[in-house]
């Protein structure tokens, strides 16, 4: 398929949101952006921080019987819970990935955006969404999921980049060449190279997102930030949000 493609946004899922929420904006440098409050009709309430251009987004359920509910139930917590892309066309996209036995799961429209959510399930480790917002192809542009000046809190003086996607299989090569049909990208190895995010593929237990790399200003400042909100940091690393958040420079 023709036309663009970027990471648009990366959800992870946690029992509540604090203390993941502030945990994330003080040790990453980063600023809550929005709260939305067309995702309570899910049963879930979230927050958005901007890293540069793309958003982490942290969703949490608040009543029982939600899906995000489930996914923490069956994963015990670990792992991101969706990836989003922005596109020119979430519809044929959509189609495309029915096509190949993915079932859309959701379609969101709130004009001038529209979604479509893939099912976790066909997807596998995680949900894929299309989206698109009318009138806007500037990756600084309105993206209303993120609120009305989601530009205004982008922050780069710790935190530059979200860099790369880290996916874990049994069978990574496997899971790469799925994502790699439903998303029309090539696979190079074990990876999916978007414009502005790699998606790569490992060896592991389970099919989860697993980790997330961030280029940052000062890789020791973040690390020693983390210890000291009392997480177990592992060389450039340390576990929030049920993923890994790896630091490079």
Known sequence: MTGYLRLRQICLVAPQLEPVISDIADIMGLSVCYRDDNVAKYGLENALLPVDTILLEVVSPFQPGTAAGRFIEKTGGRGGYMAIFCCDDPDARGAHANGLGVRTANVITHAPYHGVQLHPRDCRAAFIEFNHTDGSDDVLGPYPPAGPEWQQHIRKDVT?????????????????????????????????????????????????????????????????????KGLAVTGDAFSLGGVVFRLTS
């Open 160 to 228: 530059q980049a979200l860099t790369e996607v880290e996916m874990q299989s049994p069978e990574p090569q496997a899971l790469a060449a799925h994502w790699g049909r439903i998303l029309e990208v090539p696979v190079s190895g074990a990876e999916l190279r978007l414009q502005n995010c790699t998606f790569r593929f490992v060896e592991g237990e389970s099919e989860i997102m697993s980790a997330l790399t961030f280029e940052v200003a000062d890789v020791a400042k973040v690390r020693d930030a983390a210890s000291r």
